[in-house]
């Protein structure tokens, strides 16, 4: 079969383009190595002709599509290409001037070589300004990074296997017992907010296992900082009380204080977003962990466990219309803020309930990606000055995912404003999401490589697909109106989904999850996904706790 | 006001037009031809399977004959617990002592602490 690697299938050439290679060695593609010509968008042609047009050999039309022949450089239309190779012996190989695909013409098919392609991107990198520079951003060596990056992974799991506070606890009844960490929190007055996020946090995996492996010692904290405020200290009490084994609703009171102390702006009695919730309290516990550590790192660099879990690297690439010379800068994000890919948003339309028999374009997560990583065209208002040309000019942005986190978190942008009415309404579109993501799509290799066509050749920071591969494990879904709506999350411990609605805890199908109005995402990287489901019989012991023995609520 | 020149710049709008027409759709074909045989698009049939699986579940949950979800506020949870529409567990207020149920915790706090607008001075 076809040859696999890991980022994409390298497809068997037809015996026609085999035989052609077979022939010409290493001479096969020197006819057209001169000819390419690559223009600013990316899109590389056969520019041979720079004073004749270039016409049919036989028909001489001009217009349309023509095929360059690599034997013999002649130029034909589609309708008689044919013709050429049938006369002559060993023609059989051209070249679509338009795009630089080769084309079979015994064939009448595209096929692909990577030695073609390895040619045609080095006429791009040579044709681009900054020339090797732009392109070699995409070549940029990733070797510090990711040898950063396995630290991390490795120092997440090592934190289960050689933890001596663990102790694996085989419940004879396991089937029948609810997974640990499964509690409700009361709602302290419009607080459904608060204890959405906190239910996805708290089974966040490398948060879980951080909390459980008593990473954040509460005693030896308040004797070190000699404050009195500490959210990390706070989140380890509830995620103590949420794994201690009771299973009547927790009350997080402590929690709210601290957090009322920490973010006074959001602090008052009234519903408020989740998402700033979510962000509010990263950002505590990041500000508490650059104190102990006295570091100044930027969020890229920094070992707190919400930047450990979260953070991860967006790229941003300003392309200039004009000579296609591309700027390119990268920021750390801890999720990612996604608008709806719908362009139904008036109201009429937003309430109709669905037919069954028409087929209506639904909002889906991997619409509204491709809407993040699509190229978009700066405005006339907004031109940028190109180092090129040395002048402003129009230019066009694009982002993409230089590096995933462990926990990818999306955020569903669903307030509208209209700055004719000068009012925020609620999108209530149904939005569809997968259980499994593959974010591969959306990472700076792949969109970078597509806008050079997609060429088959490696770049060097190509990263391998298994750690973009994610599993989701909690959804936290809003019902109501901007003002006065609720949260709740849905959990999925051991791939039996529950809910969490505040003190109430039930146990829900999949279909309910699927079919809900998602506000906030929260995603895995799969092999972690994959060793919680595990881990999940683990309890903890620390010293200054007694073990306990049962899970109360088991049948 | 037809005459035969009408006739002639309509014929030619239209085949310029054609000729672009074919050409963009020409243009999409070999891109999705080229992500096809390279494998680009793997996850096709797996996507297609979660969208079918979402469908599904919209249909089942539109459904009014289907149970769906009851109201779990006034039914035992999956612990054998119910619990009142605000929670009544007393504790200690940490910034004035005072004990106060969970449930209006919120708005107790707001003012104790003097935040939030009903606790700011005009």
Request: with cysteine.
């Amino acid at each position: 079969m076809c040859a696999r690697n890991s980022i994409y299938t390298n497809p068997k050439p037809c015996k026609h383009l085999a035989d052609y290679k077979l022939r010409h060695g290493f001479n096969t593609y020197d006819s057209i190595r001169n000819c390419l010509k690559t223009t600013p968008n990316g899109r590389t042609r056969v520019a041979k002709h720079t004073t004749k047009i270039p016409r049919c050999s036989f028909c001489d039309r001009y217009q349309g599509r023509l095929y360059f022949c690599l034997m013999c450089s002649s130029l034909w239309c589609p309708s008689h290409i044919l013709l050429h190779t049938q006369s002559e012996k060993g023609h059989e190989v051209a070249i679509d001037m338009d795009r630089s695909e080769l084309y079979c013409c015994l064939c009448c098919d595209q096929v692909y070589d990577p030695d073609f392609d390895k040619v045609v991107v080095c006429n791009q990198v040579k044709d681009l300004p900054g020339g090797s520079k732009s392109k070699t951003n995409s070549f940029e060596a990733s070797g510090e990074r990711s040898s950063k990056r396995k630290r991390l992974d490795s120092g997440i799991g090592l934190d289960l296997k050689k933890s001596e506070l663990l102790v694996s606890m085989r419940d004879r009844r396991a089937k029948s017992c609810y997974p640990l960490g499964l509690r409700g929190l009361n709602n302290l007055g419009s607080t459904c907010f608060m204890n959405s996020v906190l239910q996805a946090l708290l089974h966040a995996p490398p948060l879980r296992n951080y909390f459980l492996n008593d990473r954040h010692n509460s005693v030896q904290c308040r004797k070190r900082s000699g404050e009195k405020l500490c959210l990390l200290c706070d989140i380890d009490a509830i995620s103590s009380a949420m794994f201690c084994g009771d299973r009547t609703p927790y009350t997080p009171a402590h929690f709210l204080y601290s957090w009322w102390q920490h973010s006074s702006n959001l602090a008052s009695y009234e519903e408020q977003d989740a998402h700033e919730f979510f962000i509010s309290v990263l950002d505590g516990i990041h500000e508490k962990e650059s104190k102990i550590r006295n570091s100044g790192k930027d969020d890229g660099d920094c070992q707190c466990i919400a930047h450990r879990a979260f953070s991860g690297l967006l790229r941003s690439d300003v392309t200039c219309i004009s000579c296609g010379f591309t700027s390119t800068t990268y920021d750390p994000c801890v999720d990612i803020s996604l608008n709806m890919d719908t362009s139904n948003l008036s109201s009429s339309n937003a309430n109709k309930p669905i037919k069954p028999d028409e087929k209506t374009s639904v909002s889906t997560l991997s619409g509204c990606l491709n809407l993040f990583t699509r190229a978009e065209r700066l405005g006339s208002d907004q031109k940028l000055h190109c180092q090129n040309c040395q002048e402003l000019r129009d230019s066009s942005k694009q982002l993409s995912i230089r590096r995933l986190p462990l926990v990818l978190c999306l955020h569903i942008k669903r307030v509208e404003h209209s700055l004719v009415r000068k009012i925020s309404r609620k999108i209530n579109q149904y939005m569809q999401f997968p259980f499994s993501l593959d974010m591969t799509p959306y990472l700076s290799s792949s969109i970078v490589r597509s806008k050079f066509g997609n060429r088959i050749f490696t770049f060097e920071y190509d990263n391998s697909n298994s750690s973009a591969a994610y599993e989701i494990f909690a959804v936290i879904a809003h019902s109501g109106m901007l003002e006065s709506g609720h949260y709740v999350t849905y959990l999925r411990l051991k791939n039996q989904w529950y809910k969490c609605d505040d003190a109430w805890i039930s146990e829900v199908d999949e279909g309910i999850v699927r079919a809900s109005q998602c506000y906030m995402l929260f995603y895995v990287q799969k092999l972690l996904y994959n060793k919680a489901n595990e881990d999940s019989s683990f309890v903890r012991i620390s010293p200054r706790r007694d073990p306990f023995e049962s899970t109360a609520g088991c049948s | 006001m037809s005459g035969p020149n009408e006739d002639k710049n309509t014929q030619l709008s239209s085949h310029f037009f054609g000729d672009l027409l074919d050409s963009i759709i020409v243009d999409v074909a070999s891109e999705c031809h080229r992500i096809a045989k390279l494998g680009l698009d793997r996850n096709l049939e797996e996507e297609e399977e979660e969208m079918r699986l979402s469908v599904q579940a919209r249909a089942r949950v539109a459904d009014p004959s289907n149970s769906s979800e009851t109201n779990t506020k006034y039914v035992v949870d999956i612990f054998g617990q119910t619990h009142p529409s605000i929670a009544t567990e007393i504790f200690e207020c940490m910034n004035c002592g005072r004990s106060i149920a969970a449930g209006r915790f919120a708005p107790h706090l707001e003012k104790c602490m003097g935040k939030g607008r009903k606790a700011r001075l005009k």
